[in-house]
């Protein structure tokens, strides 16, 4: 039998082990199937199903969670309730409701028997995959194990679900075409979460978006703005952005497209240090700036496998690295070099993955999952995601140098700086747009006619 065909069996076998115990197993099965960089297609493609055909608890079961944790009838608190999920996770599902007052809410509710279980899960789990690493000592996935324990009891908290909404919420309130429901707090508990109902089709539904006249580029950069701004100015990045909770629409009243952000309960809090790191490898990789690529991945731990780590992080080959990735484009070659090398190099990459703070595998993970959004919207590595990280780099720089600034000049010189290469920024952002406009064609022929 072919190695493509192991890897489905073996693959399709996995999934039916996850969907079987549910809860954590899902859980860790999603993650899986976000590894682009480490497991072989068959994996990736067929764990992914997870995200959107996790099995679903009965409406008996959801009924008793419901008197459990609010103390009444479904007839005492909704005027409706679908008794379909609209979508159904590793640890809850979510249906549609109408209260009393008549508005309509999303009230996502906690699998029964999660809570108890998740611990005894990931106990079989860290004995497995011991067990796996006493056989085939290049198997060193103990990390997984380790996020795990670290996240469910997080992700099991819908309160803390909540107050992550919010924050993130007021923290990016400045853009206008988010939109994160509110919360219901007097219908939420630790196992329920009500919310306002959102609206929209998945992020990666290009049907739905051609349909509504909807601009793909318009909401991939959108995107990449949101979790730029997350990630190197505010250090509290959404870690699920998986196309079930990136909703997009056009606002039946404002037309203006809009991104709805579900599913809060994974974020990352990046360290100061970690954060600032992070921005400067980026500003290196996009550069080509190679020096700048060793020093900030080894600050980071990657240690003399840093090459692989600057591919990793990527997802490009080490010739898009060398050359700046800003400036070369994804080619289909590059994608299936990318992933014949992830098979090579699978005990170094696992290496590597023990190696770095425990910070960068969440950060890994959302990297992957927002690249394979970009993959289906075919705006893969565009200039506009590329200018947008630079920019909140610059920003979320000056802000930490102008902290340890000690007189008002220098202050004033490091914002003066910040304004300089924003500038600089804009500038090199309008000339890509007249580049690529019909203005830019028409001059680029008038000068190849005179010349």
């Given amino acids: 039998m072919s190695a493509p065909l192991v890897h489905l069996r073996s693959a399709e076998r996995l999934r039916d082990l996850c969907c079987a115990n549910r809860g954590t197993f899902i859980k860790v099965g999603q993650h899986l199937g976000a590894l682009d960089y480490l497991l072989p297609e068959e994996y990736t493609s067929t764990l992914r199903v997870l995200h959107s055909r996790a099995p679903q608890s009965s409406l008996e079961e959801i009924q008793q969670v419901i008197r459990e944790e609010l103390g009444k009838e479904l007839s005492e608190l909704f005027v409706s309730f679908e008794e379909k999920p609209r979508g159904a996770a590793s640890l809850a599902q979510v249906h549609k409701a109408v209260l009393h007052d008549g508005r309509t809410v999303a009230i996502k509710i906690q699998h029964p028997k999660v809570q108890r279980q998740s611990s005894k899960d990931i106990v079989m789990m860290e004995a497995l995959l011991r067990m796996v690493h006493w056989l085939c000592p290049d198997f060193a996935f103990m990390w997984l194990v380790e996020e795990a324990k670290k996240n469910m009891p997080l992700e099991l908290d819908f309160l803390n679900e909540g107050h992550n909404a919010e924050r993130v919420a007021n923290m990016l309130a400045h853009f206008p075409f988010l939109k994160v429901p509110m919360i219901h707090w007097d219908l939420s508990t630790k196992r329920i979460l009500t919310m306002e109902f959102a609206e929209g089709g998945q992020v990666n539904d290009r049907e739905y978006m051609k349909k509504h006249g909807i601009n793909v580029n318009e909401i991939s950069e959108n995107l990449g703005r949101m979790y730029s701004e997350m990630i190197f100015v505010h250090g509290f990045v959404h870690c699920d952005p998986h196309p079930g909770n990136v909703l ?127 993959t289906t919207l075919q705006t893969r590595a565009s200039s506009s995601s590329f200018i947008n990280m630079s920019r909140c780099c610059i920003r979320a720089m000056a802000r930490h140098n102008r902290s340890k600034a000690q007189s008002r000049m220098s202050h004033l010189q490091i914002t003066l700086a910040e304004s300089m290469n924003l500038w600089s920024l804009t500038l090199y952002e309008l000339f890509l747009w007249v580049k690529g406009s019909t203005m830019g064609h028409w001059l680029t022929a008038l000068l190849a006619f005179l010349h």
């Fill in 248 to 374: 997009v629409r056009k606002c039946p009243q404002s037309k203006k497209t809009e991104i709805t952000l579900l599913d809060h309960g994974l974020y990352q809090v990046l360290q100061p240090d970690f954060r600032l790191n992070y921005c400067q490898l980026w500003q290196a990789l996009i550069k080509g700036d190679m020096s700048g690529v060793e020093l900030y991945s080894l600050r980071l731990g990657a240690g003399d496998l840093f090459p692989l780590f600057a591919c990793v992080l990527t997802a490009r080959s080490w010739n898009a690295v060398n050359a700046g990735i800003g400036s070369v484009p994804v080619t289909h070659s590059e994608d299936v070099e990318i992933r014949t090398n992830a098979a090579l190099y699978l005990p170094q990459i696992s290496e590597l993955l023990n190696r770095v703070p425990r910070q960068m595998l969440l950060l890994l993970k959302t990297n992957d999952l927002l690249r394979g959004i970009e």
